[in-house]
């Protein structure tokens, strides 16, 4: 088993140690372990949950959603994380619709600069 710090997963995630304790506290990380000093201990399973979230949350998933969806994963009951992860595809699907609209605008859009017509007297 790999075991990681705060620094060290923050590290192989790539974020802030700011960051994972943020997640701490919403909930979207639990330590397995905290050593007799106190400290936390991940494992790889939290490194993996700590990559989703990030992508989750930078392709605009808000942190409340994937908090739902964590906690429902770390409960005993299955039900509640298929129900979160049905949400969460709702969510990617309306993004991406949304997406998609703006690359449609986009390339519509005139790479030119507009010719505006003099002002009436």
């Given amino acids: 088993m790999s075991a990681y710090s705060v620094s060290r997963l923050a590290h ?10 943020d997640y701490m506290l919403r909930r979207l ?3 397995v372990a905290r050593t007799a ?5 991940f494992d790889a399973v939290a490194l993996q949950r ?11 998933i808000g942190l409340d959603a994937l908090a ?3 906690r429902a994963l770390d409960a005993a009951g299955g039900n509640k994380a298929s129900a979160q992860l049905a ?3 709702q969510l990617v699907e309306r993004r991406r619709e949304a ?10 859009m005139p790479t030119e600069p507009a010719q505006h017509a003099e002002s009436l007297p």
């Fill in 12 to 21: 192989d995630a790539g974020v802030s140690e700011h960051i994972v304790r």
């Fill in 29 to 31: 990380l639990r330590p």
């Fill in 37 to 41: 000093g106190g400290y936390c201990v």
């Fill in 50 to 60: 700590l990559r989703f979230v990030r992508a989750a949350f930078e392709a605009g």
């Fill in 68 to 70: 739902r969806l964590c």
């Fill in 87 to 89: 949400v969460l595809r």
């Fill in 99 to 108: 997406l998609a609209s703006l690359e449609v605008q986009l390339a519509a």
